[in-house]
């Protein structure tokens, strides 16, 4: 699986980013049910601003539409009498205003504030006011009975009853069943501005048919069973004005105007009830029964209020509990992903130390020849011994890698200097044989003439010199010093004279004069080999007809600089940065290049003195080895110490201490 493009890079990164998804997810879930439950809420407490923006001018509207009925019945039952049609008029023009009013109210108002059902039953009651005209001139033209007007305009004030049961349709539970209560109690106001326009259009009619009568009669019970059914259902506070205007006079002189009603029958209830009282007591009860819903849904409105006020501290509450959850949870995630970062960056950092520092240092104190202490150089994490999850099990199989790798360092080491002193006693006894045979072959070239004898002689002390200085070889690759010592300076001429002579090809190397300069006593063995090393290259990598040629010269600072140039092929960039590495950092070379030793045991020979050896291209192909003496490698010589000087003698007196470091006492 790939990771795409700006994945995160570190361990606390991907903790974070596996903490921050989830909690992403929570808050949208927690945003989406807190919209949601508070969105229900807040339509609560918008209720009665909606209602009185939107409803009150809906109901006013369906108000003046019912007395527009009333005087509409009594002018068709009155016939020809024109009073009846100047109140009717006079009316629909107070009832044009209050349906322009309510049309300007649905059309301009804050309709955002509303759901789909609410405008839906807005734009239906404003339609179904445009039928008002179409009823209107039929009625001027007497077109139309007074009691199918009566219908006809019941159905025009029918949609009123659904835009207050939709505006209190967000209220849930008891507040829905409130708010239904309401609305179905103002539909006793509709039943009593019915009876007055049925009983208008009778009295003016003079007479009242029974299908007419019969639906008086249905009326008025329907008023009643409304009533009785539903003023029961309201809160105490809304329920105790209604049983307030039963008791009081007004409620008495409606019941009784509609039971005279009932029992006039059709042929005298025109007549039943004076036009007067009836009048008056129907316009006061519609009036109050106005009075009375309103009153009831404004109690509605302000308990669906204090209800969503209610439920909306508690959203809040719980809101506010969900953030602080939310927030602990992503704190502690990062809590937690910092405490694990920091427990693998000391792994990290542990890691680091191990390889940058300690190891490197251990392998340093352990190539100086100290002791080493595993146990103490590996020490554990801090804590990590008490930490028994993942990361503490990785910290101490760490440690224990660690451990292992000192104490594999320390065991190599020792094994190392197990092998350099296996190769110490082995070079130190060839040593002395080598002194040893050196000193037979020179007594026996002193006593013997024949020439033939004494070539052969020379060969034999040609190749135990040779013999000697890879005896030598061994001895400085094993970290200790060749036994030969002088006692005093050395001519730098003898010194390479002496070296040349340790080569098998000694013939092929030309060596120029020299300026009569010194090399001190105690560097005399080391220059000697370290020159021999290099002739001996020069002449290996050159063709064997060609010669290897020196240059010397002093210094700019006081040293001597002696070059030597082969005529082979050269060496290649890398093969060159390769060979200068090794001259400059002998302790880094690896053994197992054992092409390159002899340049091995030049850069320690030098190291050990501070001689300065650079390789570069020769102009005659090859490759020039250039050895800079310094002022503390070279020493005046005295009077007495010439190109002649007896070396044998030195070396005479060296061979005890030879022996003795070889631990051989062979005879």
């Not at 594999?408 to 197990?418: E, M, P, S, T, Y």
């Amino acid at each position: 699986m790939r990771w795409p493009i700006g994945r995160p890079t570190t361990v606390r990164a991907r903790i974070v980013a596996l903490a921050v998804a989830p909690v992403i997810a929570l808050l949208a879930l927690w945003s989406f049910a807190m919209w949601s439950v508070t969105g229900e809420l807040r339509a609560l407490v918008r209720v009665q601003g909606v209602y009185e923006d939107f409803g009150t001018p809906v109901d006013t509207a369906v108000g003046q539409i019912q007395i527009e009925r009333r005087l509409s019945a009594a002018y068709l039952g009155a016939g020809h009498r024109t009073d009846t049609a100047v109140d009717l008029l006079e009316q629909q023009r107070r009832t044009d205003r209050a349906v322009g009013a309510m049309r300007d109210a649905i059309r301009d108002g804050d309709r955002d504030r509303l759901s789909g059902r609410q405008r839906q039953v807005l734009d239906a009651v404003a339609e179904s006011s445009g039928a008002l005209e179409s009823l209107r001139r039929r009625v001027l033209s007497r077109d139309i009975t007074w009691d199918r007007a009566v219908d006809e305009f019941g159905a025009l004030v029918e949609p009123g009853f659904d835009v207050q049961s939709s505006l209190t349709s967000r209220q849930a539970g008891q507040l829905a069943r409130e708010a239904q209560v309401v609305t179905e109690l103002v539909r006793v106001r509709e039943f009593v501005s019915r009876e007055d326009a049925l009983v208008a259009g009778a009295r003016a009619a003079g007479t009242l048919t029974d299908r007419q009568y019969d639906t008086l009669t249905a009326t008025v019970e329907h008023r009643r069973v409304f009533e009785r059914t539903y003023v029961p259902d309201l809160p105490a506070d809304s329920r105790a004005l209604f049983e307030e205007f039963r008791r009081g006079d007004l409620y008495r002189e409606l019941t009784a105007s509609e039971d005279a009603l009932l029992r006039a029958g059709a042929d005298g209830a025109g007549e039943a009830v004076a036009a007067g009282s009836w009048r008056t007591t129907t316009d006061r009860a519609v009036e109050r029964y106005m009075l009375l819903c309103t009153e009831s849904a404004v109690n509605a409105a302000e308990r669906a209020r204090a209800f969503a006020h209610r439920e909306l501290a508690r959203a809040v509450a719980v809101g506010v509990l969900g953030l602080v959850a939310v927030g602990l949870s992503l704190w502690q995630a990062l809590r937690g992903a910092r405490r694990i970062s920091r427990r693998l960056e000391a792994l990290r950092d542990a890691a680091d130390v191990l390889t940058a520092r300690q190891l490197p240092d251990v392998m340093a104190r352990l190539s100086a020849g100290e002791e080493v202490d595993a146990a103490v150089e590996a020490l554990p994490l801090t804590g990590a011994e008490a930490v028994t999850d993942e990361i503490g099990q990785v910290g101490r199989s760490f440690d224990a890698a660690r451990r292992a790798a000192v104490e594999a360092a320390v065991r190599q080491a020792a094994l190392r200097r197990g092998m350099d002193a296996v190769l110490l006693n082995i070079a130190r006894r060839n040593q002395a044989l080598v002194h040893r045979q050196l000193k037979l072959v020179d007594t026996l070239e002193r006593r013997t003439q024949d020439p033939d004898v004494l070539e052969e002689l020379f060969r034999i002390d040609h190749l135990t010199t040779r013999m000697r200085r890879h005896a030598e070889g061994l001895i400085i690759l094993s970290g200790a010093a060749p036994g030969r010592r002088w006692r005093r300076p050395v001519p730098v001429a003898d010194v390479v004279s002496s070296a040349v002579s340790e080569i098998e090809d000694y013939a092929r190397v030309e060596v120029p004069p020299m300026e009569r300069l010194g090399v001190a006593a105690d560097a005399v063995a080391d220059v000697a080999h370290l020159v021999a090393e290099l002739v001996e290259n020069a002449t290996m990598f050159s063709p064997p007809h060609t010669r290897v040629t020196m240059r010397t010269g002093r210094a700019a600072r006081g040293g001597f600089v002696l070059e030597v140039d082969d005529r082979g092929l050269g060496l290649s960039a890398e093969q060159l940065d390769l060979a200068r590495r090794t001259l400059t950092r002998p302790d880094d070379f690896d053994p197992t290049r054992h092409e390159r030793l002899g340049l091995y045991v030049v850069g320690r020979l030098a190291a050990r003195h501070g001689i300065q050896v650079t390789l570069s291209g020769s102009p005659y192909g090859g490759t020039t080895a250039a050895v800079l003496l310094p002022k503390g490698v070279l020493a005046p010589l005295d009077a007495e110490t010439d190109g002649a000087t007896d070396h044998g003698a030195d070396e005479e007196a060296d061979e005890a201490a030879v022996r003795s470091a070889a631990g051989t006492d062979d005879p």
